[in-house]
């Protein structure tokens, strides 16, 4: 994250603008008037020539050598008047030599003064703050950031600046912190947080290795800028985070399937072998058809007369074979063998039966809840059946859970329509023409 380059400096400081130190009062009478009309500054009179001086010196051909005049007066203690007078003229110098020193200690005596105004305070802080960046000075950063965060400034990329200066300092969890209330301030708002921001703490939490900081931000994106890329992104570190077996590998893929996170052959390869093991001739022809149908899967891929060819043979006496209904299975079965069946059904489309069998499953001794309830919320979900997909996920607790969240927040997203987005913010601050 780069800081507001010198020459960017120079224009925005120009733009913000700076009190025009005018003509010193000459009489006891102009500066009683002065003081009477309340708020205006009252130079010291050891100050004064000192001042004069120096607005001499900056109206020459050669304003230069104002600049030790400056700095002079910026090293003596001087009242809050006084400083903010010469901080004054350290920009305005500044601003005509393209002196980003002399515009930092200008902009610092301003501040440190107390008596700039309500109207400048916002853009001087993020000014401070901006040179402390660039110098590497990043609590001064952060503290000058925030002061303009929380005075309502919002240009210049002041929100990712002020999350890296945490970054910057190896404080991620802090840094996300911040990214967490600045989105959130925005959202709050009814307009939406931009998606690069989104994407500058995902990377940021995946910079620091720490697992669940990155699954909860992978999660993040995709709740607020759903897609194939978001979602599987979010899957990937929910699988990073996971010890999954082979069955809640499936149901992870199912997941990705609704979420058109199958992106390369290698997805689809994974699906369809993870079917094959359990015998899912449905789900195995379903999915390879789809990444045919997609282009991802290549005519001459060995899937297909590896994997799709055999399963395709294998459709019609599979499910001929298949209980219609859980009574039908011989000695009622066990619950694994009902949710076998159900699977079977879900690879087959047939949305309601593999309900029926996962509900049954559920009833015999020593039924693995968590497993009936996502795969009957996934059954419901495929079917278009929200509501009853959200009461099923809502029942899944322990490793499946985080699953079941990534599926309501899915749910939720069909349902709501997405709130505008707030104009998508350049990473970096933009350089004007020279």
């Known amino acids: 994250m780069r800081f507001l380059s010198h020459f960017s400096m120079a224009v925005a400081l120009a733009a913000a603008g700076t009190i025009a130190v005018t003509a010193l009062p000459q009489d006891a009478h102009a500066a009683k008037k002065k003081k009477e009309k309340g708020g205006e ?5 050891e100050v004064r020539p000192k001042v004069a001086a120096i607005q001499e010196a900056m109206a020459t051909e050669t304003p230069a050598t104002a600049k030790p005049l400056v700095e002079a007066l910026l090293a003596e203690n001087l009242a809050p008047d006084d400083r903010f007078v010469a901080g004054q003229l350290a920009i305005q110098l500044g601003g005509t030599l393209k002196d980003t020193s002399l515009q930092e200690k200008g902009i610092l005596a301003s501040l440190d003064s107390g008596k700039t105004g309500a109207e400048q305070l916002p853009a001087f802080n993020f000014f401070a703050g901006n040179f402390a960046y660039g110098a590497e000075r990043w609590a001064d950063a952060a503290k000058y950031f925030q002061a303009a965060y929380d005075l309502g400034y919002r240009d210049n990329n002041i929100e990712p600046l002020l999350a890296e200066t945490f970054f910057k300092r190896n404080m991620a969890a802090e840094g996300l912190a911040k990214w967490d209330q600045i989105i959130s ?11 690069s921001w989104y994407r500058l703490a995902r990377d940021r939490a995946l910079a620091s290795k720490d697992k669940n900081l990155y699954a909860t931000w992978a999660t993040k994106w995709a709740g607020a800028y759903p897609s194939g ?7 990937a570190a929910s699988r990073w985070t996971a010890q999954a077996d082979s069955i809640q590998n499936l149901e992870v893929l199912r997941f990705m399937k609704a979420t058109d996170a199958l992106k390369t052959t290698r997805d689809y390869k994974e699906f369809a072998e993870e079917a094959q093991r359990k015998n899912l001739f449905g789900e195995v022809a379903a999915v390879l058809n789809e990444g045919k149908q997609k282009g991802v899967i290549s005519a001459d891929s060995p899937l297909i007369a590896e994997v799709l060819v055999p399963a395709e043979r294998q459709l019609s006496s599979d499910r001929a074979s298949l209980p219609s ?4 299975v011989s000695g009622s079965g066990s619950s694994s063998v009902m949710m076998n069946f159900a699977d079977v059904w879900l690879g087959y489309k047939d949305y309601d039966k593999a309900v029926a069998f996962y509900e049954a499953g559920l009833t015999k001794p020593g039924a693995d809840a968590n497993r009936g309830y996502i795969g009957i919320g996934t059954a419901q979900a495929y079917a278009g059946n929200m509501t009853a997909a959200k009461q099923a996920f809502d029942k899944v607790s ?5 699953l079941a969240a990534m599926w309501e927040t899915w749910i939720e997203q069909q349902a709501a329509p997405a709130p505008a987005p707030t104009p998508e913010a350049a990473t970096t601050a933009a350089e004007p023409a020279s």
């Open 41 to 45: 500054l009252e130079i010291s009179k």
């Open 185 to 195: 301030n925005v959202n709050a708002t009814g307009k939406k947080a931009p998606e």
């Open 229 to 235: 890329d978001s979602w599987g992104d979010a899957i």
């Open 325 to 328: 209904q859980p009574s039908a």
């Open 398 to 402: 322990g490793e499946r859970a985080p």
